[in-house]
């Protein structure tokens, strides 16, 4: 079955080949036809404009046959099998030819509708899943990318405040042969507490929102992937069957489609920086002076219910610089180590606008309106939130098990990510299903941890619920000034 299927694709690429006439090639062909070096950026050699740029045409492109697009022999998440997977599935994958097509609105690297749903974990079925059930995988929304830098470099720093928490606490116990407590806090964020044996091993018992590892994962709505440069590399096969480089290696046609090297280190690079370098999130107020003033008095009962406990309005970055790679990245993404020079750009200042408000010297300021902690939102009167019943990894994360004192479990499937609001006058529709049309349907539905300042609300009068969702509307993906003018940044 492994070689006639094999040859059918020999034999349908070949048909599509194009037709040269002289320096120009006419008929089909691949959707992008040019691919970038990556040894061209480690040499200085491409600045940030032309890397956005050709991140651009990727990301759009709607992938076909001549650019290597499909994975008959390899699963979602790159596993190997026998060739019979369909051309497009909506549910096991590849489920669309384009970033795109799901990323789209108010445009490129935005969210998606409701029609533009995922199903996470699907892509690893073997045969191939073609049941939308919940019993076999979650069906999610797809997230805008706006703002994605900004949350990268903020997870990073977190997580550099977390990891020395801990290894404070393991010097602390091997210098004085009894268990050390601390407890877990970045950027103000409490993640509960930390317990280090004298041998080094971890009690986690009592960390909260974050794997065990203590690396914040601010993407996926399980808080699963580390950068947008992971995200990256997933989406490519799982989405599109598109293996990059990196992660299948150069010269493998590790899905035998008749197409190797189908993405270079050079275009995931790329790609990576073009959604890093997208522009910032932020509050646009409302020309009608009534409607203004609804926007302010909305933000402090916002305040007052309690809601920015989770929906943390504000951060300071300590760097405002956006590196890649991800220090953190794992195994089969690019690291620091991998490349003669990390790429940097400064996020006050370049990439698209509105940009960052810089902070003192080296600074900037981020206004997320999230905690990039995991919460449960379900209680036995409210469990809309705890749909999900295939868990998404584990709780070591990329850790080894053997790091702690108890045996690794599965993240919770009631727990998500806070969502960040800076864009929710634009991100609609809401929940991690994309199954609510409005703010008040999504703030209704919020039991369990966030309980209280749901009810806080509720509790408001009918005009006061109204500004609050004023103020959350004002919230938004925000145009692209012709120049940069810092007196609209917040």
Not at 240 to 263: I, L, N, T
């Amino acid at each position: 079955m492994r070689s006639a299927i094999s040859v059918l694709v020999l034999v349908t690429t070949m048909s599509l080949a194009p037709i040269s006439l002289g320096q120009s090639m006419i008929g089909e062909r691949p959707a992008v036809e040019t691919h970038l070096d990556q040894s061209r950026i480690d040499a200085g050699r491409i600045g940030l404009s032309a890397l956005r740029a050709h991140g651009q045409v990727i990301f759009d492109a709607r992938f076909n046959s001549l650019d290597g697009r499909g994975r008959p022999a390899s699963t979602g998440t790159g596993a190997p099998r026998v060739p019979d997977e369909p051309d497009f599935i909506r549910t096991s994958g590849p489920d669309a030819t384009s970033c795109l097509g799901c990323h789209s609105q108010p445009r490129s690297g935005g969210a998606g509708d409701f029609v533009a749903n995922v199903f996470v974990l699907a892509q690893a079925a073997d045969p191939v899943l073609q049941s939308v059930d919940p019993a076999f995988s979650n069906e999610r929304n797809s997230l805008g990318m706006m703002g994605a830098g900004p949350i990268e470099m903020l997870a990073r720093e977190m997580t550099q405040e977390l990891i020395a928490i801990r290894e404070e606490a393991r010097t602390a116990a091997a210098q004085s042969g009894s268990a050390q407590s601390r407890p877990l806090l970045a950027k103000g964020v409490s993640f509960g507490s930390i317990t280090v044996l004298p041998d080094g091993r971890v009690d986690p018992t009592a960390i909260e929102g974050v794997d065990w590892d203590l690396i914040v994962k601010p993407f996926h709505q399980k808080g699963a992937v580390v950068s947008l440069r992971e995200f990256t590399n997933n989406a490519l096969n799982h989405h599109h069957g598109m293996q990059s480089v990196e992660r299948f290696g150069a010269g493998v046609d590790a899905d035998q489609d008749g197409k190797p090297d189908e993405v270079t280190v050079g275009d995931v690079t790329a790609l990576t920086l073009f959604q890093a370098a997208l522009n910032t999130p932020g509050q646009v107020m409302p020309r009608e002076k009534d409607r203004a003033r609804a926007c302010r008095e909305g933000e402090a009962l916002f305040h007052a219910a309690g809601c920015t406990a989770c929906h943390v309005p504000e951060f300071t970055l300590n760097d405002r610089n956006f590196t890649e790679p991800n220090p953190f990245n794992p195994a089969g993404n690019l690291r620091p180590g991998d490349v003669a020079r990390v790429f940097a750009f400064d996020m006050t200042t370049e990439g698209e606008a509105p940009h960052l408000q810089r902070v003192g010297r080296r600074g900037a300021r981020v206004r997320p309106f999230t905690d990039l902690k995991r919460h449960n939102l379900n209680d036995a009167d409210l469990s809309h939130f705890a749909n999900e019943r295939v868990p998404q990894g584990s709780l070591v994360g990329f850790a080894s098990a053997s790091e702690f004192t108890i045996a690794p479990r599965p993240r919770p499937a009631e727990e998500f990510l806070t969502r960040k609001l800076w864009d929710a006058g634009s991100s609609a529709p809401y929940g991690h299903r994309g199954d609510l049309s409005t703010l008040t349907e999504a703030i209704f539905f919020h039991g369990g941890e966030a309980r209280a300042s749901r009810d806080a609300y509720f509790s408001l009068a009918p005009g006061e619920q109204a500004k609050v969702i004023e103020f959350l509307k004002s919230l938004q993906v925000r145009a692209v000034p012709a120049s940069p003018d810092p007196r609209h940044r917040r």
